[in-house]
């Protein structure tokens, strides 16, 4: 019975460590395409399709990012300039008609597919560790002790769908 309750013991704290829990979402969901949040708080970078009036993205400007500050009643901030050019900003490529491969900024590495699906509506596309996923949200497990611009990751958690709609969650360890 003593070796049954630690192994729930350590199975219930695996699971307070990885991910979040109670953490809010963005309020404007229209054309959301993702979101990263962090274990440091709970504001949100928001990553959302740039669209005209006729369901295209926006050719200088594909992808806005922007900050929600929950912990200032939920406020919506654009990025600094420091998180902007070495943190949470976007860049992106056209690789064909309504389809951009992208990436943030501090993880060029992990390439994220644009474009809209077969009824229209933006979507975000990755592969983590083999697996190919509709990217929701992603969420970041900083290293204790760093900050600043020497901020360092232990691990990502992305969250999101695979191709027949089930829930996906892919950790990529740092």
């Given at each position: 019975m003593r070796i049954l309750s630690l192994l729930l013991l350590?199975?219930?704290?695996l699971t307070v460590s990885y991910g979040q829990t109670g953490y809010p979402v963005p309020t404007d969901k229209n054309?959301?395409?993702f979101y990263i949040q962090h274990d440091r708080g709970q504001n949100t970078y928001v990553y959302k399709a740039n669209l005209n009036g006729s369901k295209t993205f926006v050719k200088n400007e594909p992808i806005?990012?922007?900050r929600q500050i929950f912990e200032e009643n939920g406020q919506v901030k654009p990025l600094t300039k420091t998180q902007r050019l070495f943190a949470?900003?976007?860049?992106s490529s056209k690789t064909n008609t309504n389809t951009y491969e992208t990436h943030v900024v501090s993880l060029p590495e992990q390439k994220i597919t644009v474009t809209l699906d077969?009824?229209?509506v933006p979507i975000a596309e990755t592969s983590v560790n083999g697996t190919k996923l509709i990217l929701e949200r992603i969420f970041l497990k900083l290293t204790e002790g760093t900050s600043g611009l020497g901020t360092k990751l232990d691990?990502?958690?992305f969250y999101g769908k695979d191709k027949n709609g089930k829930a996906v969650e892919e950790k990529l360890m740092m």
């Open positions: 350590s199975l219930a704290a054309n959301l395409l806005i990012v922007y949470y900003g976007i860049k077969k009824d229209s691990y990502i958690i």
